[in-house]
């Protein structure tokens, strides 16, 4: 503890760079979090596991800067675990807008859990949206 500390005296600059990138987090994740959560579709998730009937953007701009857009959320996520925001849900919406393979099974994973349906939701109904519509998953 002493340490850290003494290393916070020595740069205070980093200290207050990190206040500053924490604050912004948090309130990009809830300002920016919220507004992509209202504007995806209330099927999403029905139509995300069907992968006929999602509709794709073939141009290659676009897909890179929606990869990009979901690696700093994914980034982001990953900070806010340890300091404030809504880490989980901006890790996965990173993880929504990004192409990998097995995205998939991560998304279907992911979806399974309460906490993010139920965290999902509350974002849409404050915005006066329709709750989210999920796939109903067997038990393996």
Do not use: H
């Not at 992911?110 to 999920?134: A, D």
Request: proline share 7%.
């Amino acid at each position: 503890m002493n340490r850290i500390l003494e290393m916070v005296m020595q740069y205070p600059s980093v200290l207050a760079g990190v206040t500053i990138v924490s604050v912004a987090g948090f309130i990009f994740s809830i300002l920016g979090v919220s507004w992509l959560v209202s504007w995806l579709p209330s099927n999403y998730f029905m139509l995300f596991d069907n992968p006929t009937s999602r509709p794709r953007l073939f141009r290659p701009r676009v897909q890179i800067v929606k990869n990009m857009a979901g690696a700093v959320l994914v980034c982001l996520g990953l900070v806010m675990l340890i300091v404030p925001g809504q880490g989980l849900l901006t890790l996965f919406l990173g993880l929504v807008l990004m192409n990998f393979p097995g995205k998939r099974k991560v998304i279907r994973f992911l979806i399974r859990l309460k906490t993010i349906q139920t965290s999902l939701n509350w974002i849409r109904r404050k915005k006066g949206r329709p709750p989210f519509v999920f796939p109903i998953f067997k038990n393996r």
